[in-house]
């Protein structure tokens, strides 16, 4: 069925920019959400971002508002979320994922995941 891969992290310095991205193997439909959540050790895993295949309406945490910027290309099955003003605490593995129906900033709500990238922020 769908497959997501997750692309773009690594290590950079505080203040510094990556640019993720996540490739779906299959067809988004316009019903469909696609998240950003993050995960370090010892902690669960964290709502950071999700926009809306059709209209492309976005939500995001308090935490990264203002510093991420979630995005879609349909025709390429793919979201991104560029990460600026980067700082420590944005250091995680970061998943994207998939869900079907309404919004939902909870990871229970989506039914496939990627394998994560790790990004690492130094200080």
């Known amino acids: 069925q769908l497959q997501l891969v997750e692309s773009g992290g690594g290590l950079v310095q505080a203040g510094g920019s990556l640019r993720l991205s996540c490739a779906a193997s299959g067809r988004t439909f316009s019903s469909n959400y696609m998240g950003w959540f993050r995960q370090s050790p010892g902690k669960e895993r964290e709502f950071v971002a999700a926009i809306r295949w059709s209209g492309s309406s976005t939500s995001y945490a308090e935490t990264v508002k203002g510093r991420f910027t979630i995005s879609r290309d349909t025709a390429k099955n793919t979201v991104y979320l560029q990460m600026n003003s980067l700082k420590p605490e944005d250091t995680a593995v970061y998943y994207c994922?998939?869900?079907?129906?309404?919004?939902?900033?909870?990871?229970?709500?989506?039914?496939?995941w990627g394998q994560g990238t790790q990004v690492t922020v130094s200080s």
């Open positions: 994922a998939v869900r079907r129906g309404s919004y939902s900033s909870s990871p229970d709500g989506y039914g496939t």
